[in-house]
Every structure is written in C-alpha cells, then in structure tokens.
C-alpha cells in the first residue's frame, strides 16, 4: 500500500507541472485574416500567409491548400500541399484556389499528446508497483490510453476537418455547436465568412498562362 501511495504522489507532482504548464498559455486569436501573394497563372507559385495571431506560447501553423469550383465552392483538398506555397497546375484552371491556415490541431495535438503520455506513465507505473485488481486496472489504463491515440488520430482529426470543409460547420451555424456568439467569440475570429475557410481562407482564381 505504501508503495503503491508512493507512486501516486509522483503521478500527482508530473500532473501539476502540467497544468502550472497550461496554466500560463493563452488561446490564439487571429488579428489579421491569412492572404494570398503572387499570380494564379499555370506554372507560377501563390504564397500563403499565416496573417497575424496573438497566444503564448506563439502559435504553429499547417497549411493546406484546397481546389474549388468557379463559384469558390465544393471545395477540395489538393493532396500532397500542404506547405505555405503552390505552384498553379493545368488543372486548377477555371477553378478557385483557396488556403486553409490551420493552429488549432498543432495546440490540441500537443495537448492531448502530454496527457495520454502522464496516464500511461500512470498506468505503467502502477503495473510495476502494484498487483491484483489494481495492476489489472493498470493494464485497462494503459491500453484505453493507446486507443484513445489510434481514435484521436485515426478518426476524430480526419472527420473535424471534413466537417469544418462545411457550410453548416465551417460558418459556425447555431445549431452547430460552433456559433461565435455562443462561445463568446467573434466570426472574424472563428471563421473568415468571406472567403471562407479555418482561421480565414484567401482564394483566388487559376488562369492560363
């Protein structure tokens, strides 16, 4: 017992460091919506920009640049670009190129990251120390921690970011969950309504050269 107290005291000094960790970040608010630079003629290269962000720490960005329609909708995203350039292809011709700037699953991951790794650090720690029903309920801990990786990475992120390609999502509906004014937030700073896209996306039309 004893041991098995001692090891919960350590658990508890990592899971405080964490959170006086937590405790002096800010959320990252967008100040200035993204943009982009250069021509949208075939062959030439568009430059995105993450625009300006407040947070502490500095917040990261992803990049990814999407396919539309004429019209700017239906949009899709190009595969393999994902960096803050694109050079414009026979195929985006007659379309609308647009760039989705992304720092909201950089800070997530990362937290969702430090936490299953202090629970299985618990978990294992528990195991080595412990026996009977509680080094079962280690084993549980540990193995509920490493699915929640495989689901968080493996479907959460890839059907959010589906989801956010929508207009009933992406612009923040009422009934979405995601509605500015319920999370006390501005639309600007949810979601750029014009153009459209996560944290603001610029878009631009593809000609031939």
Known sequence: ????????????????????????????????PPAISGSAVVGQTLTASSGAWTGSPAPTFAYQWLRCDAGGGACGAIAGESGSTYVVASGDVGKTLRVAVETGWIRARRTILAADFVSFLAAVILYILSAGSVRGFAFTLGLTTLIDIVVVFGFTKPMLTILARTEFFGQGHKWSGLDPERLGSTRRTLLTPAPRGRGGSPTTPATEA
């Open 1 to 32: 017992m004893a041991v098995v107290l001692a090891a919960g005291a350590v658990l508890v000094a990592v899971i405080a460091s964490g959170a006086a960790s937590a405790q002096a970040q800010s959320v990252p608010s967008n100040t200035s």
